[in-house]
Nanobody, 124 residues
Framework: QVHVVESGGGFVQAGGSLRLSCVTS????????MGWFRQRPGMHREFVAG????????GYTSSVKGRFTISRDNAKNTVYLRMDNLTPEDTAVYYC?????????????????WGQGTQVTVSQ
C-alpha cells in the first residue's frame, strides 16, 4: 500500500519562507515523478511544481516561478517544496502527489498517489 504524507505547513507572514516535505512509502520512489498541487480557498486544486526522473527536470506554474523550488532526495523517499517570498495569495492546502510515470505533468489525472495535504497560511 502506498502512503504519501506531507508536513511543514504552518502560519507565516508575507515575505517569509516555509519548506514542505513529503515522505512516501510503498512505491519505488526513484522511478516516479512527483508533484505539488494546492487548493486555495474557494478555488479548484491547481498544479504548483513537478520534478521528473531520472534527470530531475522541474516545472512550475508561472505564479511561483523564482519563488518556489521543488527538489527530491531519493535516499529518503522524500520530495520538498521550498517556498520563499510568500504572499497571502499562496494561502492554500498543499498536496503532494506521485505521478503515474517518470515525467511530471500539470494535470491531476496524471498522478496516482495523493497525500492528505498540509495547510499554509500567509498573513499580510
Amino acid at each position: 500500500q502506498v502512503h504519501v504524507v506531507e508536513s511543514g505547513g504552518g502560519f507565516v507572514q508575507a515575505g517569509g519562507s516555509l519548506r514542505l516535505s513529503c515522505v512516501t512509502s510503498g512505491l519505488t520512489f526513484m522511478n516516479y515523478a512527483m508533484g505539488w498541487f494546492r487548493q486555495r480557498p474557494g478555488m479548484h486544486r491547481e498544479f504548483v511544481a513537478g520534478i521528473s526522473r531520472p534527470e530531475d527536470i522541474t516545472g512550475y506554474t508561472s505564479s511561483v516561478k523564482g519563488r518556489f523550488t521543488i527538489s527530491r532526495d531519493n535516499a529518503k523517499n522524500t520530495v520538498y517544496l521550498r517556498m520563499d517570498n510568500l504572499t497571502p495569495e499562496d494561502t492554500a492546502v498543499y498536496y503532494c502527489a506521485g505521478a503515474r510515470g517518470p515525467s511530471w505533468s500539470d494535470l491531476e489525472h496524471d498522478y496516482s498517489y495523493w497525500g492528505q495535504g498540509t495547510q499554509v497560511t500567509v498573513s499580510q
